[in-house]
C-alpha cells in the first residue's frame, strides 16, 4: 500500500504562484511505482491530467492547458514528488490530487485509471 498526502495548496490571485508537494510513503513507494502525476478536478467534472514524471528517466509529460506554465519535479531522497504552479488562472481552480502508477506509457500516463494509488487532494483556488 502506497501512502500519498499532499501539500501546498492555497487561495491565491490570478498571476501567483504556488508549489505543491505529494510526499509518499510505503515499502513499495519506489520499487513499484513507474510514474508520479498530478491530476485535478472540479467538481461535476471528471478528473484531468496535469502532469506526470516517469520514476526511471524522468520523462515529462503535461496537459496543453498547463504546459509553459506548471513545472513537476521529483525529489528522491525525500520520495516526493513537486508541482511549481505560476502564471495561475481562475481555470486552475480544482481539487489537485497526486497518483502512482507503473505505466510509462505517454498515452496512459495521462488517464487516471492507470494509478493505482492516490492522495487525498488539496484545494487550490484562484480569484480573478
Known amino acids: 500500500q502506497v501512502e500519498l498526502v499532499e501539500s501546498g495548496g492555497g487561495l491565491v490571485q490570478r498571476g501567483s504562484s504556488l508549489r505543491l508537494s505529494c510526499a509518499g510513503s510505503g515499502r513499495t513507494f519506489n520499487r513499484n511505482t513507474n510514474t508520479k502525476a498530478w491530476f485535478r478536478q472540479v467538481p461535476g467534472q471528471e478528473r484531468e491530467f496535469v502532469a506526470a514524471?516517469?520514476?526511471?528517466?524522468?520523462?515529462?509529460y503535461y496537459a496543453d492547458s498547463v504546459k509553459g506554465r506548471f513545472t513537476i519535479s521529483r525529489d528522491d531522497a525525500k520520495n516526493t514528488v513537486h508541482l511549481q504552479m505560476d502564471g495561475l488562472k481562475p481555470e486552475d481552480t480544482a481539487v489537485y490530487y497526486c497518483?502512482?502508477?507503473?505505466?510509462?506509457?505517454?498515452?496512459?500516463?495521462?488517464?487516471?485509471?492507470?494509478?493505482?494509488?492516490w492522495g487525498q487532494g488539496t484545494q487550490v483556488t484562484v480569484s480573478p
Open positions: 514524471i516517469t520514476w526511471r528517466g524522468g520523462v515529462i
Open positions: 497518483a502512482v502508477g507503473t505505466s510509462t506509457h505517454a498515452t496512459a500516463v495521462r488517464i487516471g485509471k492507470s494509478y493505482h494509488s
